[in-house]
Nanobody
Framework: QVQLVESGGGLVQPGGSLRLSCAAS????????TGWYRQAPGKERELVAG??????NYADSVKGRFTISTDNAKNMANLQMNSLTPEDTAVYYC??????????????WGQGTQVTVSS
């Protein structure tokens, strides 16, 4: 089993920045892919940014403003968010696809962290 703990959310003014972090822990696992998702009130959860060994991908709405990164040695992922707008307000979730000890792939979610962009 793998546990994900997110941190770094909060209230920020438009134009400001936040950095979200996601720490993974648990039994033997290897992270194959990491993603940050968000869900705003009344909307479906959407992929914001993803990263694998093959590279990164971003939602069009955040390209040039958000940067996803990982520290594989620490099993951590980060999402640097710059030039935030009120439309970025949502609960942000960390997600990983991991190869676990049994040799199977599993999908894990963090508990979510609130990001509010408001003046």
């Amino acid at each position: 089993q793998v546990q994900l703990v997110e941190s770094g959310g909060g209230l920020v003014q438009p134009g400001g920045s936040l950095r979200l972090s996601c720490a993974a822990s648990g039994s033997t696992f290897s992270i194959i892919a990491t993603g940050w998702y968000r869900q705003a009130p009344g909307k479906e959860r959407e992929l914001v940014a993803g990263i694998t060994s093959g590279g990164t991908n971003y939602a069009d709405s955040v390209k040039g403003r958000f940067t996803i990164s990982t520290d594989n040695a620490k099993n951590m992922a980060n999402l640097q968010m710059n030039s935030l707008t009120p439309e970025d307000t949502a609960v942000y979730y960390c997600n990983i696809v991991a190869l676990i000890g049994s040799g199977s792939y599993s999908n894990y979610w963090g508990q979510g962290t609130q990001v509010t962009v408001s003046s």
